[in-house]
């Protein structure tokens, strides 16, 4: 006969047996969970590569077992940190890919970056929040990822037109030269999967209004409008040559003193830059102009010079356009500005203008020909649109600038 003590041993020991073999069974279902066709990381242990300087990786608590927390130094420029993960033809099933991130009280934004193709003019960028000390999730879609290279072969990622995910190579985390500020941060990422399926905004989210009616109706009802300025260097506060006069202050005068509505400029222009890079940081600017009223975009001379052609050009803008409109919910109406000629290239850059009216006839966007009336005021003495450089604005180039870019908000009003 068994005594009490040793009945109610038994009866423990048959409880934690059964805790035992549920909580086995807890992990087994979590490694089911991780559908090897489904895992591209479960970020257990550290098979990252991290520069010597300015970079750090290692191993910390995560969202399901361990995570790996990524650490850059301020002024980590072109710092990656790299993988050696590659795609396979799941990839090419899937609608994308998520993955967990939990910052580390950086005010800032992580960056990744992929290679296509195993060819490094080929590079696909994304950026993501890594602000807050809880796990969140983010879900990509292949066609989130943005060519920023303009290479004849450097297109958005579609299965249906032959550009397979699966030739994709990373990701590297970091931020590539264009991303303009470079603080300390860090963040750390877990169990990075793809999804079978991601529900998306569907079409482009343009608007069947004719070009700029709802920014125009705002105006003239006097009510605030935001505008939402992206560019390179003829568009950035920063610019040496914008610090005293710049044309969206000089526009947004323009426009109060017409219309007596209140502007708020947002900039997020980056000199030095090209239209795809700008494409890229459209979250950044979300935070402070979710839903702006107008967004101007004017890029072409950088993209000139890193070998951007008319037809790549009109894809790219066509692109941006669409990113725009539904980051911005479809709220935003779009005026497109054509690309602005230097002295030394009046009109060498003809075909990327002529792709910017193109779009902005085919996307039912405004447009701004800033080319054209550079043309025009410049035909009897073009250098006094331009500081010494011959490049970037002067005065009176600004003025230019501004003029115009009022003139296809009236002639939107004349519709």
Aim: charged share 25%; with cysteine; proline share 5%.
């Amino acid at each position: 006969m068994v005594g009490i003590d040793t009945a109610a041993s038994l009866h423990i020991m048959a409880r934690m047996n059964l805790i035992h073999l549920l909580f086995a069974a807890g992990l087994l279902l979590s490694v089911s969970l991780r559908s090897p066709a489904q895992v591209i990381s479960t970020m257990d242990d550290l098979r990252w590569n991290a520069p010597k300087e300015k970079t750090h990786v290692e191993l910390v608590e995560g969202k399901i077992g361990k995570a790996v927390k990524f650490t850059f130094e301020k002024d980590s420029r072109s710092a990656f940190i790299t993988s050696s993960i590659k795609g396979n033809p799941d990839w090419d099933k899937s609608a994308g890919f998520s993955f967990w991130v939990k910052g580390f009280g950086s005010n800032s934004w992580g960056g990744l970056q992929f290679i296509y193709d195993e060819d490094y003019a080929l590079r696909y960028d994304f950026m993501f929040p890594i602000r807050g000390a809880n796990w969140t999730q983010v879900v990509v879609a292949w066609s989130d990822l943005v060519p920023v290279l303009p290479g004849t072969n450097a297109h958005r990622l579609d299965t249906t037109a032959g550009r397979l995910p699966s030739k994709l190579r990373g990701p590297w985390f970091g931020k590539w030269w264009y991303w303009g500020d470079y603080p300390a941060h860090a963040f750390a990422i877990d169990e990075m999967r793809l999804e079978p399926v991601i529900e998306k905004l569907q079409g482009n989210c343009r608007t069947d209004d004719a070009a700029l009616q709802r920014f125009i109706k705002k105006l003239q009802a006097g009510q605030p409008v935001t505008i939402v300025t992206m560019g390179d260097s003829l568009t950035d506060y920063r610019h040496w040559a914008n610090r005293e006069v710049a044309w969206p202050k000089l526009l947004k005068e323009q426009i109060r003193q017409k219309y007596r509505s209140e502007v708020t400029i947002v900039n997020p222009a980056i000199g030095g830059t090209q239209l795809r890079q700008n494409t890229v940081l459209i979250p950044q600017w979300l935070e402070e102009a979710p839903e702006p009223d107008l967004v101007t975009i004017c890029f072409g001379g950088n993209d000139w010079e890193a070998g951007m052609r008319g037809p790549l050009f009109k894809e790219a803008y066509v692109d941006t356009i669409e990113r725009v409109r539904c980051a911005t919910k479809g709220k935003a109406d779009i005026l497109v500005l054509t690309t602005v000629p230097s002295v030394a290239q009046w009109k060498a850059r003809a075909e990327l203008g002529e792709a910017c009216r193109r779009v902005a006839r085919e996307q039912n966007a405004g447009l701004g020909d800033t080319e054209k009336a550079f043309w025009a005021a410049g035909e009897q003495d073009k250098q006094r649109l331009f500081v010494n450089d011959k490049v970037h604005l002067s005065p009176a180039g600004h003025q230019l600038m501004a003029e115009t870019v009022l003139k296809a908000i009236e002639a939107a009003a004349g519709k």
